[in-house]
């Protein structure tokens, strides 16, 4: 034994001693061999609910005449809203802008012609069958903007946890594949790493605002506003050990 080894206490050599004891089985296990793979796994789903955004936009020469016939209009259109047993706490005004409107002539000149007020609504809906009949409504009111209508799940637990599933089991399979054609033995999993999870969500255009506002006297049209799917997607890393070899 060494001089320092010699005098150094009990306790501290037997620490050193457990280190250097470990160290070679950490190496051991950095040096296993892995298969790294990823996997991808989709959920398809119905939804079951809507946010509904609509716009209120008044034009007047005065600015206190916009803003007023702007707050008119709007309580007309969050009345036919009401009017369908929308909760109140399911609607709100996000915003009101005023702003001056200009006319330019041939030399690029503008003269003012009045003002431009718009307020932006949004509806949370939970009821997809009176979607038709809301927008008809609040179109016919006094909405003249129908700015997007994007569909949503009220629970989206059991479909992501539908992808997750579907991605793991696609991983296990790419790597158990890989290690056969390579004439190698799949073992445990070493790591499991989630990298994505996202939610594709259907959406009405506002192409479809237009047609909505053409025929807002006539009975709302079901087919207009079919929601479609959503689909759930979700990645997945897996790192999987390799088997060692029996016959060596």
């Given at each position: ?20 004891a ?41 600015a ?35 702003q ?7 030399e690029?000149e ?80 070493h ?9 594709v ?48």
């Amino acid at each position: 034994m060494s001089r320092v080894l010699r005098f150094l206490p009990l306790a501290v050599l037997s620490l050193l001693l457990a280190v250097l004891a470990v160290v070679p089985a950490a190496a051991q296990d950095d040096d296993r061999s892995t298969v790294t793979v990823s996997g991808e796994g989709t959920a398809t789903a119905q939804p079951d609910q809507a946010v509904v955004r609509f716009g209120v936009v008044t034009q007047a020469q005065a600015a206190e005449k916009a803003r007023t016939q702007n707050a008119t209009a709007a309580k007309k259109a969050m009345n036919a809203v009401r009017a369908l047993d929308v909760p109140e706490e399911k609607m709100r005004m996000e915003s009101l802008r005023l702003q001056p409107r200009y006319e330019y002539d041939d030399e690029d000149e503008r003269t003012l012609v009045g003002y431009e007020a718009t307020r932006q609504v949004v509806v949370e809906l939970g009821r997809l069958e009176v979607l038709p009949q809301l927008v008809a409504d609040v179109v016919e009111s006094g909405a003249n903007r129908l700015s997007n209508i994007s569909y949503q799940l009220s629970d989206r637990t059991q479909f992501r946890n539908e992808a997750l599933r579907k991605a793991a089991r696609a991983a296990r399979n790419k790597a158990r594949l890989l290690a056969e054609t390579l004439d190698a033995e799949l073992g445990p999993v070493h790591a499991i790493n989630e990298q994505s999870f996202d939610f594709v969500r259907p959406q009405v255009k506002t192409a479809r605002a237009g047609m909505a506002k053409a025929t807002s006297g006539a009975q709302a049209d079901p087919e207009a506003y079919a929601a479609g799917e959503i689909e759930v997607s979700a990645q997945v890393q897996v790192v999987f050990n390799l088997a060692a070899d029996q016959s060596q």
